[in-house]
């Protein structure tokens, strides 16, 4: 794709303005950081982002679905082996229940190797009497409350530069060597969920897919030679927030000419940055990857029609992701208009919920939350909206860890409010455990059925 012209170039957002960037004390320190980024190794390559789009342009068709999810915010200190591990199994789990239950493929996208930048409601946020910058994720400043911890350093650009290249080293050798093996499909369920009755239904649907494997070998089909029951494509994405880390890892493809920002497969822009003229939008519309943007509950349908001249004007499939993200009171009325606006102009996006970000509450222990039911009820709405619109409710967009956390509400554990102090271990909003997210998926594969 080429969609950018003789105006835009890696550096051009430079020109506009740009929200939520960091106040970085040091000027010099930061391009010389910079610079150096710009000489080292892509994190991935062209042709792999090439292939999710692809991916993602079936999902735009209605023909598979998309299931994108991790952390809200990776962190340098919870980075460890089993953490990544973890996360990648219950997202495998989540996908098999997807898949099996739907018969389309699902597309896994990880908010993950990169998800290390936060914007913030405000620039300043007060502990007890002190008043500090805002935290913005382990690539600008660190969470600790005091004045040091929160200025911003450059070098973290690098260190999570590194941490995000262990992490999709590990995915690749996860995903292609043989752990995610279809005929692997029980070792993905942790200790802590294995007794609870959403493994219970995990179990039962893992053993119809051993018989179906059985059924195939005994029909003479040779489940070995089919590589695609060995290995499984995944893909990593972030918000591409601070954007001089997203251009120093921008590389002109050799092969097609193109730019591709390779510091991940998939980037999208936050609900605060999707200004059109500015620097994000001007930033994303150069470069190749699949690219998607969050559209919350003030979004006009002109803008997303904009939005979407602005970031796909050749209209290819796959490339545009819109991710809804309104509050479950809102998403049925709030949506309807936006599917009607960019079906009518013959757009080809790919619809994805984001019931998370509309759902966020402070609980009365003073903590951030959301409750499992108004996640469900925000899915239940966009899958009301898409059957009355007629369009295809493309895939889910969610916030979880494999961990036994407290930071959801609800589900069947339902979490209260004391809960939420036993294991709070997001940096940032709060994620569904490994037993909110599984059952989280049996209930999306019901409505896929439906
Ligand atoms: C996020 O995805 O963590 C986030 C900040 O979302 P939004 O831009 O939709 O608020
Ligand atoms: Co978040």
């Known amino acids: 794709m080429t969609s950018a012209d003789s105006t835009w170039s890696p550096r051009s957002w430079r020109d506009k303005p740009a929200a939520q960037q960091p106040d970085w004390p040091d000027e010099a320190a930061l391009e010389a950081v ?29 023909e598979a679905f998309l299931l994108q999810a991790g952390d809200c915010a990776e962190s340098f200190e919870a980075f460890s082996a089993d953490a ?3 996360k990648l199994k219950v997202i ?21 190797a990169g998800q290390f930048a936060k914007p913030r409601s405000a620039p300043t946020e007060t502990i007890g009497d002190l008043t500090l910058p805002s935290f913005r994720g382990h690539m600008v400043n660190d969470i600790a409350p005091t004045e040091a911890a929160r200025i911003p350093d450059p ?11 262990s992490t999709l080293n590990l995915l690749r050798a996860f995903t292609k060597g043989g752990f995610a093996d279809l005929g692997r499909v029980h070792q993905w369920t942790q200790e802590f969920v294995r007794s609870s009755p959403e493994a219970v239904r995990y179990e039962q649907l893992a053993r119809e ?21 060995h290995e499984v494509d ?3 994405s972030h918000e591409a927030l601070v954007l001089g880390y997203e251009e120093a890892l921008t590389r002109r493809d050799s092969l097609t000419g193109d730019f591709y920002d390779c510091s991940a497969h998939m980037i999208w822009i936050g609900e605060r940055t999707r200004g059109l003229d500015d620097a994000h939008v001007e930033f994303f519309r150069g470069v190749s990857n699949p690219v998607g943007v969050k559209v919350g509950p003030t979004a006009s349908a002109d803008e997303v029609l904009a939005l979407c001249q602005a970031l796909n004007p050749e209209r290819v499939p796959g490339r545009l992701t819109l991710i809804t993200r309104m509050g479950a009171d809102r998403i049925t009325d709030g949506l309807r208009p936006l599917l009607r606006a960019v079906t ?41 909206a898409h059957e009355a619109e007629g369009t295809w409710p493309g895939g889910v967009h969610v916030e979880l860890t494999g961990d036994d956390v407290t930071e959801c509400l609800g589900g069947a554990e339902e979490l209260v ?25 049996f209930r999306v594969a019901e409505l896929l059925r439906g």
């Open 344 to 384: 009518d102009a013959g757009h080809p996006v790919v619809w994805t919920c984001d019931p998370m970000h509309g759902n966020t509450f402070t609980a009365p222990s003073g903590r951030k939350t959301r409750h499992f039911d108004a996640i469900l009820a925000e899915i239940k709405g966009f899958f009301d």
């Open 84 to 86: 990544i591990r973890d």
């Open 234 to 236: 995944f893909y990593t």
């Open 34 to 62: 910079l610079k150096q980024m710009g000489t080292l190794p892509p994190l991935v390559f062209a042709g792999e982002a090439r292939a999710l789009t692809e991916a993602l342009g079936h999902v735009a068709r209605g």
């Open 209 to 229: 897919i051993d018989r179906a494997l059985r059924f195939m070998r005994a029909c003479g089909l040779d489940p070995d030679s089919v590589p695609t029951l």
């Open 417 to 441: 409010d004391d809960d939420l102090g036993l294991r709070y271990e997001s940096m940032c909003d709060p994620r569904l455990n490994g037993r909110q997210s599984l059952d989280l998926a």
């Open 155 to 165: 070098g973290r650009l690098l260190a999570a530069y590194h941490q995000s290249s």
């Open 92 to 112: 495998l789990q989540m996908a098999v229940v997807l898949t099996y239950s739907s018969g389309v493929p699902t597309v896994k996208v990880g908010r993950i």
